[in-house]
């Protein structure tokens, strides 16, 4: 079955950086569009980063752009953020997420990791 | 950036009732929205894409409606494990995809 492990996070100073990780399995990565989403603690959920299926497009949100970058390896069949430069209000839990199609979107979210937790503070 | 605005941000109601939570999108976004359930420490399910489309295994009493700007998510006879906090997504377009804000709806 579909299952995503997130690993990773941990506490960093502002500035520093960290590399997170989505092993995937029971599905080919290379075969979805995968996106990180992010939720600060008691806060809603923000969209992070997006990499199109065939890796030919990544896109960002304003909030993380130069700074964050998404890859994969295929052999791996894992999903990356590197996060570079990190801030405080970068503190949440983040998220890799599958990408779904329905009706004319592929831009939905039909399995989730468990989630792993970047504290940035000094 | 399309903005998605949910109302109520927060609700209570009892086992059996039924419950309306709104979202509203900034500008047309035709029926590309998505609702997730989020229980605490957990991830988001999604329960409906492309507005009205029931995920397997979501029961029936969940349904969603709307087109536009103007959504709706439904649930009918409240049971004790649908206490959690419900989002809305636009899956229209990106950069960036967005959500509500959230609503959180407890027991009563």
């Known amino acids: 079955q579909v299952q995503m492990v997130e690993s990773g996070g941990g506490v960093v100073q502002p500035g520093g950086s960290l590399r997170l990780s989505c092993a995937a399995s029971?599905?080919?990565?290379?075969?979805?569009?995968m996106h990180w989403v992010r939720q600060a603690p008691g806060k809603g959920l923000e969209w992070v980063a997006f990499?199109?299926?065939?890796?030919?497009?990544?896109y960002y949100a304003d909030s993380v752009k130069g700074r964050f970058t998404i890859s994969r390896d295929n052999f791996k069949n894992t999903l990356y953020l590197q996060m570079n430069s990190l801030r405080p209000e970068d503190t949440a839990v983040y998220y890799c997420a599958k990408g779904y199609c329905s009706g004319d979107s592929c831009y939905y979210y039909d399995y989730w990791g468990q989630g792993t937790l970047v504290t940035v503070s000094s | 950036d399309i903005e998605m605005t949910q109302s109520p941000s927060s609700v209570s109601a009892s086992v059996g009732d039924r419950v309306t939570i709104t979202c509203r999108a900034s500008q047309g976004i035709s029926s590309s929205l998505a609702w997730y359930q989020q229980k605490p420490g957990k991830a988001p399910k999604l329960l409906i894409s492309?507005?009205?489309s029931l995920q397997t295994g979501v029961p029936s009493r969940f349904s969603g409606t709307g087109s536009g700007t103007d959504f709706t998510l439904t649930i009918s006879n409240l049971q004790p494990e649908d206490f959690a906090t419900y989002y809305c997504?636009?899956?229209?377009?990106?950069?960036?995809?967005?959500f509500g804000q959230g609503t959180r709806l407890d027991i009563k």
């Open positions: 492309a507005a009205s």
């Open positions: 990499l199109l299926y065939d890796g030919s497009d990544k």
């Open positions: 997504q636009q899956a229209n377009s990106l950069p960036p995809i967005t």
């Open positions: 029971g599905f080919i990565l290379s075969s979805h569009g």
